[in-house]
């Protein structure tokens, strides 16, 4: 069903599941795939929704609109409702009328849109947001949406969407943010291939998806329109009683592939704390 998705709209639609999931709603509903969108594409988000605090604002409304449930699990199947399918149909229509390979995020957001009377089109029309604007937006500047992401925000995004997910998604939804020919190695020298961090990721994942672990993004040593060599400092203080914590400085390499960004290389190296 999503072989003509872009990896950006994919992950949009985890991460959809993972606001259902979120909010304990059994299906994922427009307020989801709304959500979803609006966490993957912050550059989309900031295109249609220039008012700063909009994503804010428009999760708040969502919140009094909505009857939260107990969080579910991500790894309960949920299913689109109605709704959402008939959005992914109106998403390829939009695709093809721009004359585009694939369905992207923008291709999403037109279907919601056009999903008259749903509460994510309520939300972005009362914002002023409107399909057939947005339509000729894009349709002007179709290089914009289809050419190599720009170094920078797009990278860091990407990388700090990966760090955050350790926390609550699981090795099958991370891994892809790996390259094909990617390489990680741990604290201790080890180094692991694509296949292997996939089979291992939870292992060599664990101490940076404790509740106590704790990251900044200090900068970056490269940055150009198709690389990204980032430096990231991790902390845990795992028995505070004691004062004892451990700190490791992880190294991460991300390339762009297409419009898109992979990690193609993540390195770990311990820090002797003061």
Known sequence: MFERYSERARRAIFFARYEASNYGSRYIETEHLLLGLLREDQVLARYCLPKIGAGEEIRAEIETRITRGGRISTS??????????????????????????????????LGILRMDGSLAAQLLRARGVKP????????????????????????????????????????????????????????????WN??????????????????????????????????LVATVLWKNGFLASEQRIWIHRMIAVLIAEGDDWLILSMQLTPVQPL
Do not use: M
């Open 132 to 191: 057939e604007l947005l339509r000729e937006q894009l349709a002007k500047a179709p290089a914009a949406r289809t050419s190599k992401p720009q170094p920078g925000k797009g990278a860091f995004l990407k990388l700090d969407t990966f760090l955050a997910g350790l926390k609550w998604h699981s090795s099958e939804e991370l891994t892809p943010f790996f390259a094909p020919n990617a390489q990680f190695v741990d604290a201790a020298g080890k180094r």
């Open 76 to 109: 309960v199947e949920i299913p689109l409702t109605a709704e959402c399918k008939k959005i992914l149909c109106l998403a390829a229509e939009e695709s093809e009328r721009l004359a585009t390979s694939f369905v992207g995020t923008e291709h999403l957001l």
């Open 194 to 227: 694509r296949d292997e961090i996939g089979k291992e990721f939870s292992t060599l994942f664990a101490p940076y998806a404790k509740k106590n672990a704790t990251y900044v993004v200090e900068g970056s040593l490269a940055e150009t329109s198709d690389l």
